[in-house]
């Protein structure tokens, strides 16, 4: 009676750790999930064609915890990794924790306690950067139905005003449905077509679910990795930027979502296209002082970011994204260069 009991009050919940040469910070991530408080765990490890220690780190791990299971396979990116996780999977929730990351010991219990309390398909959360808490002042509590989700999607979209009260597009800070994401066959692209591949993936399911509690809870340590995709240096970003934003307009037309999302997007975008400024900036001492000049200059002649800047209402700019904003019309390249290399002084190169 004790084992029945026991697991219909606690389901199996999953985790999906997609690994691609992290030997450095692995067992600091799997060990951060093998003792967790709630321990009704599969524990789906995902080596992405690994060519460092992390594939043999992965197989010594699983002979001391039978909650893990190991799959091998070519390397195909981030995305794709988590997708072969999900075919492994047979718990009742899914969580995804990237592999260079760690979770608070404590994560899963809170969060399956709040999915079972409130029925809830999808639970959110906040992360822990640089060991300060993610701010947000997003209305935390239960959101059921169409228009308030609808509410809680255009928050995905990013701050306005200065304000933040942005809902994180990470699938790293959520608990979700296992039911749900098969019933909508919810996939992640690769991140070598969007670069943003949780954006998506959380768009398409926020998109069909109706109960999404969010939780006054960071529980995820999120570890700045200058390596990582969002911060090491690719001539292509630019370009990938925009055609994640011609993404995501469409898709938020498609779902005919209100004026107050296209705000949103635009903010958080042209915030991406000036962090696509910092590292030509940064990586200069590289790449050589005038080819970043130039990639800046060509970044603004772009078309889609002039019209992207000039669709930007005055008010919602601080008087610094105004200036930015202002000398990418005006194409003052060499002058963008410049600020670039200031933001990132006063951020001691942490670029965001």
């Known amino acids: ?48 064609g690994s060519t460092d220690k992390s594939g043999q780190i992965c197989d010594r791990v699983k002979q001391d915890d039978n909650r893990i299971q ?64 993610e701010k947000t002042t997003i209305k935390t509590g239960l959101y059921v139905g169409t228009e308030e989700i609808k509410e809680l999607f255009v928050h995905m979209m990013g701050g306005r005003n200065g304000v933040s009260d942005q809902l994180n597009v990470s699938s790293c800070t959520k608990l979700y449905s296992t039911l749900l994401l098969r019933e909508i066959n919810a996939k992640f692209p690769s991140e070598r077509k969007l670069i943003w591949e949780d954006f998506a993936f959380n768009c398409d399911v926020f ?21 990582s995709l969002t911060h090491k240096y690719n001539p292509d970003k630019f370009e990938k930027v925009m055609i994640m934003y011609e993404y ?69 700019m601080t008087k610094q994204q105004a200036v930015y904003n202002w000398l990418i019309t005006k194409k003052w390249s060499i002058v963008l260069y410049i600020l670039a290399v200031l933001q990132n002084k006063r951020k001691r190169n942490l670029i965001n």
Request: net charge neutral.
């Open 1 to 48: 009676m004790d084992g029945i009991k026991r697991k219909i009050e606690e389901p199996l919940v999953s985790i999906i750790v997609p690994i691609y040469n992290v030997e450095r910070c692995l067992e600091r991530c799997i060990n951060s999930i093998k003792g967790q408080s709630y321990r009704n765990l599969e524990i789906v490890l995902v080596d992405d």
């Open 70 to 133: 190991v799959v091998h396979k070519k390397n195909s990116g981030l995305g794709m990794a988590r997708n072969t996780g999900l075919e492994h999977v047979a718990g009742k929730y899914v969580m995804f924790v990237d592999s260079d990351d760690y979770i608070d010991k404590n994560a899963v219990k809170k969060l399956v306690v709040c999915a079972l309390e409130h029925d809830a398909e999808i639970v959110a959360t906040r992360f822990i950067y640089e060991e300060r808490q």
């Open 207 to 227: 998109a069909n679910c109706h109960r999404v509690f969010v939780m006054d809870y960071a529980y995820y340590y999120y570890c700045y990795n200058n390596s």
């Open 248 to 316: 995501m307009t469409n898709k938020l037309a498609t779902l005919n979502m209100p004026q107050e999302a296209f705000i949103r997007i635009n903010n958080m975008f042209i915030g991406n296209v000036r962090t696509c400024m910092k590292l030509e900036a940064f990586y200069a001492k590289v790449n050589g002082r005038v080819n970043a000049i130039n990639n800046i200059g060509n970044m603004c002649m772009d078309k889609r970011l002039q019209k992207l800047v000039l669709d930007i209402p005055n008010e919602e």
